[in-house]
Each structure stands twice: as structure tokens, then as C-alpha cells.
């Protein structure tokens, strides 16, 4: 087995610096002339569709993960739950108690999640009320009072 050295950018400090070679095509710039702006820096910008499908990808490999952990764990349990009895492979029953666990937190994060909207559309709508009250009234906006009427 034989090693290659490792490459380097730099020329090794023995060799002459190197000359570009003359170009057959010649320079459109004039001598002295200031040089080309460098070309704008374009970036772009992540999207609802990029992370959709980044986000498909990750629950693709999950998924993947999931189908091979439950035909590793095929052997048959049996289980147990408030009277009733059945069998289920290992990998199954894991995966239904980790979906029962994703559960027991979800309930309680969307009634919190719930219960903030509530209190916040009701501050908005108090926040409009004060807003209101607080501007002059317009006599000749519409529905405020006499004005020109339209025929």
C-alpha cells in the first residue's frame, strides 16, 4: 500500500513563481482602466415548498426507522389493558405506547395553545374598542352623521 503526498496549494518554496500564459484572446480593458465591478452576491431565499420537502425527507426517514424497528421486534407480547387481553408484536405495542405518550402531551399543549388565542383575539378586540373611542369623529365619513348623500 503506498501513500500519495498530500496536495497543497502552495507551489513548493523551491519552484519559481509561475507566469499565467498569454492569453490568445486579447484583453478587452484598456490599460489604466479601473476593473470590472465584481458581479452581485444572489442568494436564495427559503421557501414554504423547500421546507415542506425538507421536512417530508425527515419524516420519510423516520418512517424508515420506524418499519425497521418494528420488523426487528416481531416477536409476540402479550398485552394487557384495563381487561382486555391480546397479543401484539413487541415492535407494535412500543410504538402504540409511544403514540399514547405523544398524545397525553399534546392534549394539554393545545388546549394551552387554545386558550392563549382566546385571550389574545379578546385583547386585540379591546385594543380596537380603545382605538376607536379614542379618535375624533369625522363628520363626513360615511355613517357618521349628516353629509353629502349620494343620488
Not at 420506524?66 to 381487561?83: E, K, P, T
Not at 382566546?118 to 357618521?144: F, K, N, V
Request: a positive charge; charged letters at 15%.
Amino acid at each position: 500500500m503506498t501513500m500519495q503526498p498530500e496536495r497543497t496549494d502552495k507551489p513548493p518554496a523551491t519552484a519559481e513563481p509561475t507566469v499565467p500564459a498569454p492569453s490568445p484572446v486579447p484583453d478587452a480593458r484598456a490599460e489604466g482602466s479601473p476593473p470590472a465591478p465584481a458581479l452581485p452576491h444572489h442568494t436564495i431565499k427559503r421557501t414554504r415548498i423547500s421546507s415542506t420537502w425538507a421536512a417530508i425527507t425527515c419524516f420519510a426517514v423516520l418512517l424508515l426507522l420506524l418499519l425497521i424497528f418494528i420488523l426487528q421486534n416481531s416477536r409476540s407480547v402479550d398485552v394487557s389493558y384495563f381487561g382486555a387481553h391480546g397479543h401484539l408484536p413487541l415492535g407494535v405495542a412500543l410504538l402504540l405506547s409511544a403514540v399514547a405518550g405523544v398524545l397525553l402531551i399534546a392534549l394539554p399543549g393545545s388546549a394551552r395553545i387554545m386558550q392563549l388565542r382566546i385571550i389574545a383575539r379578546r385583547h386585540r378586540r379591546d385594543d380596537t374598542r380603545q382605538h376607536l373611542a379614542a379618535r375624533p369623529a369625522d363628520p363626513a365619513s360615511p355613517g357618521r352623521g349628516p353629509g353629502p348623500t349620494a343620488s
